[in-house]
């Protein structure tokens, strides 16, 4: 089964501490990305990565951080620096060339405690 | 910068009724527009792609078109069934950057 998954489906964070939202896919696409999703709002980016070892900035990349160690995962991290992390976050990739269409995972649903 | 409104934000429509869903972007500099399905906790899924030289796409039910020089974009949705209930995401990709810019979306409900 070729696809993006992401996990946990759901995650609770205290104030305070950081967690990893991870993102792993088998498609063999080079581009990935991470939104962050409100309510009644259109997605926001917050990282992008056309190729492992290198990302670039989104219009809200305050309080996160990635990496790109290999081509398949683009984990995320939300750090105690980010105010008001509670969203559903998607993650998303895509192949250089081709048609341009962005595949997304089922998402992961951030609550703050 | 690039902005992406859709309206209308909800439709309630009867099942079998042709229905129309708007997109407007303010930078006509596009390099493809997009648009999406999402069902409520779900991530998104691909409908149809529309590159800046095209002037529409078609995929079974759905067509959308691309006005650029008036920076607007249609989803026509034919036939209408209780499953096409969700919400529809327009998103435009600008010439020269790597980025999706989103519209809010249309909450699509269609009664049975």
């Known amino acids: 089964d070729g696809g993006i998954t992401q996990s946990p489906k759901y995650l609770f964070r205290k104030e305070g501490q950081n967690v990893t939202l991870s993102c792993e896919q088998n498609?063999?696409?080079?581009?990935m990305y991470w939104y962050r999703q409100d309510p009644g709002q259109g997605l926001r980016l917050i990282y992008y990565?056309?190729?492992?070892?290198?990302?670039q900035k989104g219009d809200i990349a305050e309080g996160y951080s990635v990496s790109r160690e290999k081509k398949e995962s683009f984990p995320l991290t939300v750090t105690s620096a980010q105010k008001n992390p509670t969203a559903f976050y998607l993650c998303?990739?895509?192949?250089?060339?081709?048609?341009?269409?962005?595949?997304f995972g089922p998402g992961t649903r951030l609550t703050v405690l | 910068k690039q902005e992406v409104t859709q309206i209308p934000a909800a439709l309630s429509v009867p099942e079998g009724e042709n229905l129309v869903l708007n997109c407007s972007f303010t930078?006509?500099?596009?390099?493809?527009l997009q648009w999406f399905r999402q069902d409520p906790g779900k991530g998104l899924t691909s409908l149809l792609l529309?590159?800046?030289?095209?002037r529409e796409q078609t995929s079974g039910r759905l067509n959308a078109s691309l006005d650029k020089s008036s920076g607007r974009s249609t989803l026509y949705i034919a036939a209408s069934q209780p499953g096409d209930s969700a919400t529809y995401l327009c998103?435009?990709?600008?010439?020269?950057?790597?980025?999706?810019?989103f519209g809010k979306g249309t909450k699509l409900t269609v009664n049975p």
């Open positions: 998103a435009v990709r600008s010439s020269g950057s790597e980025k999706l810019v």
């Open positions: 998303a990739s895509r192949p250089q060339g081709g048609t341009d269409t962005q595949y």
């Open positions: 990565s056309q190729i492992v070892n290198d990302f």
């Open positions: 529309i590159q800046s030289s095209q």
């Open positions: 930078d006509s500099a596009i390099y493809n």
């Open positions: 498609l063999n696409h080079d581009a």
